[in-house]
C-alpha cells in the first residue's frame, strides 16, 4: 500500500510538471501540502520528494524548500514510457495508456520527458541508437518461441547480429496517397501502378496552372521523404556489402537527388517555397501525399472520402523499393525491472493490441492473423500496402547519431540550397569515410588495448 501511495505521489508531480503548472527552478509546493493535496502521509511524500531528487528531476534546499530541476527534461527514469510523439496523439494511445494505467499503476505515460528507460520509437531513431538499447531477442522469444506467427522481414531489421534492439509492433511500406476529387477537378489524369516519374511530373504541371505548389505536394526535405527517391533510383547512403560501403557520391545517388530538386523547382519556380498547413491532405486540400498505412486511420477520422493510393512513381534504372515505417518498444540498457519488460513486450504483441491496430487500420499489425484482419478490409489500398511489404526496405545503416546527423542535415540542406549536387556530395562522401576510417582505429586500438591486458 505504501508503495502504491508513493507512485500516486511521484506521478502527481510529474503529471504537474508536465502540465506546465510547475516549470524549471520553480518552488514545488512543501511537503506538508502536498500530503494535504493527496490525503497521503507526510513520510510517504517526503520519501518520493528524496527519489525524484535523486533522480536529478527536483532540488531539495535545506530550508529553503524543493524546487524544479531546469534540466528535468532529459531525465531518464526507470518508471517512465517516453514516446517520440505525445502518446494522446497516436490512435492506439488512449488505449494503450489505458492498459499501462491498469496493469502497470508503477510507470507513467511521459508527455515532456521524451527519453526513458521504456521507449516508443520509430525506424531510424532505432538503428542510430541501437547500442543504448537492451538485447531484447532473450524475452522475444520466450514470450513468443513460435515466430511464424510474426512477419519475418520487419523483426530482422532490428537485429545487430543476434541482439534484437527494439520490437515492431506495426510496420508499413510508404506510398503514393492521390486526391482524387483535385486531379479530376485540374483534368489531371490519375496515376496507375505503373506511372513513372516523367508521368508523376506531368501531374505537377497540370495542377500548377490551378494550384500553388504547397496545394500540390508536401516537398520538405525530410529524411524518409528522399530517401525513397534515392532508393528507387537505385541509390543508397551506405552499403555494407561494397568493398567501400559510403554511396552517397555514386551516380544513382546523386540522379535521385537531382531528381528530387527537380521536383521542388516544378513545384515552386521561382517562388518563395511554402509549407502546406498540418493534415491537409486528409482535409483534401493537398493533391500528392507520401506517406504510409498509418495516414489511413487519419483519413477515416477527417472522413475524407476522394482518394486512393499508387505505389511510388518510378525511376527508369531504378528499383521498386521504399522506405519501411516501424513503430517499436525498446528498452534502456540501464533497465532493472525485466519482468516490466518482459510484460510490455507481451502487451504490445498480444492479440488483443494488435487487433485493435487492427481495427484501427493504423499501419500493419506485426502479428499476421491480426494484419489479415485488417487488410481484408473494404479500404482502398489495402491489396497494394500487403503488395509493397516484399519490396519494403528497412535499414539506413546509419548506426550512430553522429554519423546520422552529419548525412542527413549534410543533404537536406544540399537539397534546400542551390549548391552543386556533384560537389557537395563528394564532399560529404568524403567526411563520412574519414568518419569510418578513424571509427575503424579506435575499435583496432581498444581490441588491442584489451588483449594486451588480457
Not at 109 to 132: G, W, Y
Not at 429 to 447: C, E, M, P, T, W
Request: with cysteine; charged share 25%; proline share 5%.
Amino acid at each position: 500500500m505504501t508503495e502504491n501511495k508513493n507512485i500516486q505521489v511521484r506521478n502527481y508531480i510529474l503529471s504537474l510538471l508536465e502540465s506546465g503548472a510547475a516549470d524549471g527552478e520553480c518552488k514545488l509546493p512543501g511537503a506538508l501540502e502536498l500530503a494535504g493535496r493527496l490525503n497521503i502521509s507526510l513520510l510517504t511524500v517526503q520519501n518520493a520528494l528524496a527519489t525524484l531528487a535523486n533522480e536529478g528531476v527536483l532540488k531539495i534546499i535545506p530550508r529553503q524548500g524543493t524546487f524544479v530541476d531546469q534540466n528535468w527534461r532529459d531525465r531518464i527514469l526507470q518508471t517512465n514510457i517516453g514516446f517520440y510523439v505525445p502518446c494522446s496523439s497516436l490512435p492506439w494511445g488512449a488505449f494503450f495508456a489505458d492498459r499501462i494505467r491498469s496493469r502497470f499503476p508503477q510507470l507513467h505515460i511521459s508527455a515532456e520527458m521524451r527519453n526513458a528507460v521504456f521507449e516508443i520509437r520509430p525506424t531510424l531513431d532505432v538503428q542510430m541508437n541501437h547500442k543504448q538499447y537492451l538485447d531484447l531477442a532473450p524475452l522475444f522469444e520466450s514470450c513468443f518461441p513460435d515466430r511464424s506467427r510474426f512477419f519475418e522481414a520487419p523483426l530482422n531489421a532490428f537485429y545487430y547480429g543476434k541482439k534484437l534492439a527494439g520490437v515492431p509492433f506495426l510496420f508499413s511500406p510508404r506510398v503514393m496517397f492521390v486526391n482524387t476529387a483535385q486531379l479530376r477537378k485540374a483534368g489531371c489524369p490519375m496515376p496507375e501502378e505503373d506511372w513513372q516519374w516523367d508521368d508523376f511530373l506531368a501531374c505537377i504541371r497540370i495542377l500548377r496552372r490551378h494550384y500553388p505548389g504547397s496545394a500540390i505536394f508536401a516537398w520538405n526535405t525530410s529524411y524518409y521523404l528522399w530517401m525513397n527517391i534515392v532508393l528507387r533510383a537505385g541509390g543508397d547512403l551506405i552499403d555494407p556489402s561494397n568493398a567501400d560501403p559510403v554511396r552517397i557520391d555514386s551516380e544513382k545517388t546523386r540522379y535521385g537527388l537531382r531528381l528530387f530538386r527537380e521536383l521542388r523547382d516544378e513545384l515552386f519556380g521561382a517562388e518563395a517555397r511554402k509549407a502546406p498547413e498540418p493534415f491537409a491532405f486528409e482535409h483534401g486540400k493537398l493533391a500528392f501525399m507520401v506517406d504510409a498505412r498509418q495516414a489511413v486511420g487519419r483519413l477515416q477520422r477527417t472522413g475524407m472520402k476522394d482518394w486512393t493510393v499508387v505505389p511510388l512513381p518510378h525511376i527508369p534504372g531504378g528499383r521498386d523499393v521504399s522506405m519501411q515505417a516501424t513503430e517499436l518498444l525498446c528498452v534502456r540498457r540501464e533497465c532493472v525491472s525485466l519482468d516490466t519488460a518482459e510484460q510490455l513486450v507481451r502487451l504490445v504483441l498480444s492479440e488483443e493490441f494488435q487487433n485493435h491496430l487492427a481495427d484501427l487500420e493504423y499501419s500493419v499489425p506485426i502479428r499476421r492473423s491480426s494484419a489479415l484482419r485488417s487488410l481484408s478490409s473494404a479500404t482502398p489500398g489495402n491489396a497494394l500496402f500487403l503488395r509493397e511489404t516484399e519490396s519494403m526496405r528497412s535499414q539506413y545503416h546509419l548506426d550512430s547519431a553522429e554519423l546520422a546527423g552529419l548525412v542527413i542535415r549534410g543533404i537536406s540542406g544540399l537539397l534546400s540550397s542551390e549548391d552543386d549536387i556533384d560537389a557537395a556530395t563528394a564532399e560529404l562522401a568524403g567526411l563520412v569515410r574519414s568518419y569510418f576510417n578513424i571509427h575503424k582505429r579506435i575499435l583496432q586500438y581498444n581490441k588491442q588495448t584489451m588483449e594486451r591486458y588480457a
